[in-house]
């Protein structure tokens, strides 16, 4: 990716977070996503799934750093603003979908129906039309540059995005991720962000012609609850509960509720 080139990690570790900025994606930065997504990912994303997150049908934050050449920096506000003293630099990204087709069948797993009885549901409408809303926010992709891993941009990203969907999308029950077993890293972030683990999936990723398994995590918002079969067996002591713990569960999801009427009134936007 560009960004390597332009923006070293000795560079990187001179860069504070709190310089950097958070915006979604543009058209502008579609070869650089797809780049970046190229070296992150051991899996291959269509040109949908890079249209779509360029143009706005899939909720992107893009992580960015504008640097300024020392010339522009010591001349008038004017030229500094010039695009040749100015470059912007992607350090990460999040995609989010809440589109049914996302998620599927997982919807079963998360919130213990299908998606006929829970997205659709008819709106507060005399005319009583049934509109499809997805009730399930599907993390597509997350990832940082080398430079910046280890260093909370990760959690900021995802941050940033559940609370876009507390705040934006009170339809939506669950934020979820697939992860595959072996990224511990990643699994330590979901967990430290309270994320619970609801299951794990033989052979739902092919990597590199071999079969991976991959766990299910799920930050229930809105008063969404885990399916009765998970809250009783772990209710009893049958299974052990990862990530956020069962009280931990309890809170989030009375939190959630309190917060609900906060936040109508609260025009607080992400940036980006």
């Not at 079963?108 to 499809?132: K, N, W, Y």
């Not at 991720?177 to 794990?200: C, D, K, M, P, S």
């Not at 079969?229 to 569960?249: A, E, H, I, P």
Request: with cysteine.
């Amino acid at each position: 990716a560009r960004v390597h080139g332009q923006l070293p990690p000795a560079a990187c570790a001179g860069i504070s977070l709190g310089a950097v900025e958070f915006r979604p994606l543009q058209e502008c930065d579609y070869e650089e996503m797809v780049a970046l997504h190229t070296e992150w990912f051991p899996v291959s994303y269509d040109e949908n799934f890079y249209s779509k997150s360029v143009h706005g049908d899939i909720f992107t934050i893009a992580a960015t750093y504008t640097a300024r050449s020392a010339s522009a920096s010591s001349t008038t506000p004017a030229a500094a603003s010039e695009a040749e003293d100015v470059q912007e630099h992607l350090l990460g990204i999040i995609t989010m979908s809440t589109a049914c087709e996302m998620h599927g069948d997982d919807i079963m797993s998360i919130l213990g129906g299908d998606c006929e009885a829970l997205c659709c549901q008819p709106p507060d409408d005399p005319r009583g039309v049934v509109v499809r809303r997805g009730c399930l926010a599907y993390i597509l992709t997350l990832g940082v540059i080398d430079g910046f891993r280890r260093r909370g941009l990760a959690k900021e990203l995802l941050r940033r995005a559940v609370e876009h969907v507390d705040r934006r999308l009170p339809h939506v029950q669950a934020v979820y991720l697939h992860v595959v077993t072996y990224n511990e890293a990643a699994i330590r972030l979901y967990e430290a962000l309270n994320f619970l683990q609801l299951g794990r999936f033989v052979s739902f990723y092919v990597l590199h012609g071999s079969p991976y398994d991959s766990f299910l995590y799920a930050l229930y918002v809105h008063g969404g609850k885990p399916p009765w079969k998970w809250r009783l067996k772990n209710l009893l002591g049958l299974g052990q509960v990862r990530g956020g713990t069962w009280k931990s569960w309890m809170w989030s999801a009375w939190s959630s509720l309190w917060r609900r009427e906060a936040v109508e009134d609260d025009e607080g936007r992400i940036e980006g």
